[in-house]
């Protein structure tokens, strides 16, 4: 018989009906509808260790790198060129580069614009690479949400 799962921030036996699924750092995890509902005040890194607190959690090693990747990606965030502000990035964006303003001539492309909270710079980013930096694609959801 399977062993009744535990509650990973109480660790108590939920049962069939009380427990629920917690997102924690991109893991989905056992929890029982009280821990669930103050989870939900909770910031990520705060939700993210007191996930690890009982060592009941699935996939810990992924929570850890979470946490992480979140407390450093501040120190990853770029600069503003101009004067040293933060930048802060903005949804995707389409840029039409046409030479024609109405002809049939047409050339989009995408791009990630930022803008320096300080001195109001804009600048673009390359969609793709950014996704790819692991850092950069945090502090764009983080932005952006
Ligand atoms: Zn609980
Ligand atoms: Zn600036």
């Known amino acids: 018989m399977e062993q009744e799962k535990l509650c990973i921030f109480c660790g108590q036996k939920p049962g069939t009906f009380r427990s629920t699924d917690v997102n924690v750092g991109g893991t989905y995890q056992l929890a029982c509808k009280t821990c669930a509902r ?4 909770l910031d990520e890194v705060s939700l993210c ?6 060592g009941l959690a699935d996939n ?3 929570i850890e790198k979470r946490i992480q990747l979140i407390t450093s990606a501040e120190d990853h965030r770029p600069k503003c060129l ?3 502000g933060r930048m802060i990035f903005q949804k995707e964006e389409q840029l039409d580069n046409s030479p ?3 002809g049939v001539l047409c050339t989009t492309f995408d791009v990630r614009p930022c803008y320096c909270e300080d001195c109001g710079r804009y600048e673009f980013y ?4 950014v996704r790819k930096n692991k850092f950069l694609a945090y502090l764009i ?3 952006t949400k």
């Open 49 to 54: 260790r007191r996930a690890l607190q009982r």
């Open 141 to 143: 959801y983080k932005d």
């Open 38 to 41: 103050e989870a939900k005040d």
């Open 100 to 102: 024609l303003r109405d």
């Open 60 to 62: 810990p090693e992924h």
């Open 82 to 84: 101009r004067c040293g």
């Open 126 to 129: 390359h969609p793709e690479v």
